[in-house]
């Protein structure tokens, strides 16, 4: 574990570039995202979820890549060639899909190339495929002359935004463009033609207030990180190099606690900005219901409880200890209405990730994100936490 401290000075050397905050000493970005969340009720949210984990652990063999729940998600503007694209924020998936939308199909311009390449990506319970074209990506004001691309030309089980835009490993692009082992990622390109000094992404989200579901409630740093953005120095630790955790931003999780009872040791997982909730195995689901005098809800297949569970969950990383609240793991009561919840009740943002570990079982998703600063280190291979500001 490496302690990290960035320098408020950060801020004396930015200026603002298209909206975004650009730092010319280190050649870093901070681009602001929005929240988005549609109609999705809970029971379909955790249908989509489960459908994500399916596909996580098959990946390596198939090249299968994870269902994308678009309904929760955070979102960024890009531009692509000559048009602009809401893209989803997405750590476990590395390609950039565009034209999801009938209304704002990828139109080719002067900037791109055919590569004579499709590609295919089965997401789950959903899928895409199409033309892979070589394009200008403007990000932030940062931008790639020449970055793969996917126009797609059809999908199945995706709506509301434009496509995605993944931040994961590259070597989740295997098997997804014909004739091409990998493509480079988007953070890639940057690092290798110098545009950043460092290939590192810091994520920040922030938890919607009350009732209120769209905003503009966080950022992402390219090149660096915000150090406006968290409190105290960051805690970094190595990616893991357990397959198929390997493939992802994986981690290994020291424990998993419940106030005092412990649900799971030394465990693998992965830290997925496309996932809403937090999926831990089975056997630390169970103990967590029974340690809570909770159950899963038949109607919607959250936790849910009669009573308030008063215990702090907390995963623990190394020797460093990353405690949820009661307030920060249970679903706000203002956002009842919004998933379709029974007021008679409390639920959690935590569930039940599956019992097989070799398929990927335990996902740090946004519900923990959202208190905690993420950095994604491909330079130093390794990624950081530290409390959200």
Wanted: net charge negative; with cysteine.
């Amino acid at each position: 574990m490496v302690h990290i401290g960035v320098p408020v000075a950060f801020l004396a050397f930015a200026s603002l570039v298209s909206g975004t905050l650009v730092d010319h000493r280190a050649r870093t970005v901070t681009i602001p995202i929005s929240k988005k969340v549609g109609t999705l009720t809970a029971a379909e949210l955790i249908a989509k979820e489960k459908s994500r984990i399916s596909s996580f652990g098959v990946l390596a063999t198939t090249g299968t890549q994870p269902i994308i729940n678009e309904d929760v998600v955070y979102v960024t503007p890009a531009l692509i060639g000559d048009q602009n694209f809401t893209l989803i924020v997405d750590t476990g998936s590395a390609n950039i899909l565009v034209g999801a939308q009938a209304s704002n199909d990828y139109v080719p311009s002067s900037s791109s190339t055919d590569t004579g390449d499709s590609f295919s990506v089965t997401l789950g319970s959903g899928s895409f495929s199409g033309e892979e074209y070589c394009d200008k990506v403007t990000l932030g004001g940062l931008t790639v002359l020449c970055q793969w691309i996917g126009d797609i030309s059809t999908d199945q089980g995706f709506s509301g935004v434009d496509g995605i835009f993944g931040f994961g490993p590259v070597d989740l692009t295997e098997g997804t463009v014909q004739g091409q082992t990998t493509v480079p990622t988007f953070m890639d390109n940057l690092y290798s033609q110098g545009t950043i000094a460092t290939e590192v992404l810091g994520v920040y989200f922030h938890p919607e207030s009350g009732s209120d579901t769209d905003d503009t409630n966080g950022e992402l740093t390219l090149g660096g990180t915000d150090s406006t953005k968290f409190i105290g120095t960051l805690s970094c630790f190595p990616k893991s190099t357990t397959s198929p955790y390997s493939l992802y931003w994986g981690v290994t999780v020291a424990s998993v606690t419940y106030g005092t009872t412990t649900l799971a040791t030394s465990v693998q997982a992965i830290v997925d900005t496309g996932t809403t909730l937090i999926y831990i195995p089975t056997s630390a689901y169970n103990s967590f219901l029974s340690a809570t005098g909770g159950s899963t809800d038949p109607n919607t297949g959250l936790a849910r409880f009669s009573t308030q569970p008063t215990g702090t969950f907390t995963i623990k990383l190394g020797s460093v200890s990353y405690p949820l609240t009661p307030a920060q793991y249970l679903i706000p009561q203002a956002q009842y209405s919004v998933f379709g919840l029974d007021s008679r009740f409390f639920y959690a943002w935590i569930n039940d990730g599956g019992s097989v570990a070799s398929n990927i079982n335990f996902i740090i998703g946004q519900k923990f994100l959202e208190n905690y600063y993420s950095v994604y280190d491909t330079t130093n291979s390794r990624l950081c936490f530290a409390t959200r500001a």
